[in-house]
């Protein structure tokens, strides 16, 4: 869990280290649309992942211990994947069109990044479920989804 | 290393392992969908991550250590991720529209398998030298890169 604490952590401090920035110092229009498309990647991802588990919990899918335990490993690998380069002020959903994170994620107080930490731990906890058997996923789909909506409720602009 | 050997491996082995069949065995349209779009977001995320190294080796961005190693831990951490769950058959580019996956990728004698491994390889020895300094990390880039188009030489549609 040595990435742990990189995952959203420090977004604010690392900012757009990564990033070709313009003369005043902010990110170009170019490395807003480039971070937006990555992060909106990288939760297509958890989507798909999580999608995959949530097949088998239900029953639309026959559990498949291989194929739960390679969508928690990638669930869990990807919530502690360094998302610094993503989360660029200036993304919002007041600024960017197509962006649905609300500015509160960049404001004093957020409490994104200790949701995303937490929904971390909810995927690592989900890695030593998902292979045992059906019962065994089934019991840990509550804490990995409570783990999306936690961020989503407060976070996520309404469609 | 533990996953390099899941990158593409066992693709037509598992295939839809995780996915929701219909009666016929097939996987349905949605699925196909949802795996198209997972495997495009993969390699959205490869594009962000190589092009956040590649900016700083070619001096469009500055060399900044933590956010080129975290590019390359990323990097790395996607190349060796389970990827079966998104080649599925049936999403090829002449099966599904955006598609530009070629057949041959599914086909016998697809060396596809084999360019993944190789990828994964490079993207891990990136891991070793883009923390480093700007002239390591510039070194590595050639193989990266040589990595990416070997497979899209011969595998990807063009546009």
């Known amino acids: 869990m040595k990435h742990l604490t990189r995952t959203i952590i420090g977004v604010l401090a690392i900012s757009a280290g990564a990033t070709a920035l313009l003369a ?7 490395a807003l649309k480039d971070a937006l498309k990555a992060r909106q990647s990288h939760m297509s991802l958890y989507s798909f992942n999580l999608g995959a588990l949530g097949a088998m919990a239900k029953g639309d899918a026959p559990y498949d211990a291989a194929a739960a335990q390679a969508a928690a490993d990638n669930l869990a690998t990807l919530a502690n994947m360094s998302q610094a380069g993503y989360w660029l002020p200036g993304t919002d959903s007041d600024a960017m ?3 649905r994170s609300l500015p509160a994620i960049w404001e004093e107080g957020s409490k994104a990044q200790a949701l995303s930490v937490a929904f971390a731990e909810a995927a690592t906890t989900m890695q030593s479920l998902a292979g045992t058997d059906l019962e065994t996923l089934q019991g840990g789909m509550k804490a990995l989804g409570d783990g999306c909506s936690a961020c989503h409720e407060d976070y996520r602009k309404p469609r």
């Open 97 to 99: 069109e197509g962006s």
């Open 24 to 30: 005043d110092g902010h990110a170009s229009e170019k």
